[in-house]
């Protein structure tokens, strides 16, 4: 019931910038939390960020002050602004979005966008 559209992928030169973006829509209620994980060739799916709805936001230590998390509520719209892109971000990034309908929360997932970082 829920579908989530991801852009703003790409290749990029590293030290270059991308901007992702997630637009969910469909049967919403309302959204617990919008966030991003990463999938790299060879190694672990970890988060990267999430803004949590009255929460703090989470961002994993190794793009600290690289990449910064935002979140149009009004819009169900998550993004990710990646600076100073590194090879090692090299991966396939993926938003995701927690509703809650009623008393269930479901975790939905984007279909991914490629980010690949040339050194």
């Known amino acids: 019931q829920v579908q989530l559209v991801e852009s703003g992928g790409g290749l990029v030169q590293a030290g270059g910038s991308l901007r992702l973006s997630c637009a969910a829509s469909g049967r919403i209620f309302s959204i617990n939390s919008m966030g991003w994980y990463r999938h790299a060739p060879g190694k672990q799916r970890e988060l990267v960020a999430i803004?949590?709805?009255?929460?703090?936001?989470v961002i994993t230590n190794s793009v600290k002050g690289r990449f910064t998390i935002s979140r149009d509520t009004a819009k169900n719209t998550v993004y990710l602004q990646m600076n100073s892109l590194k090879p090692e971000d090299t991966a396939v990034y993926y938003c995701?979005?927690?509703?809650?309908?009623?008393?269930?929360?479901?975790?939905?997932w984007g279909q991914g966008t490629q980010v690949t970082v040339s050194s």
């Open positions: 803004i949590p709805s009255g929460g703090s936001t």
């Open positions: 995701y979005v927690n509703v809650r309908g009623g008393t269930l929360n479901t975790p939905y």
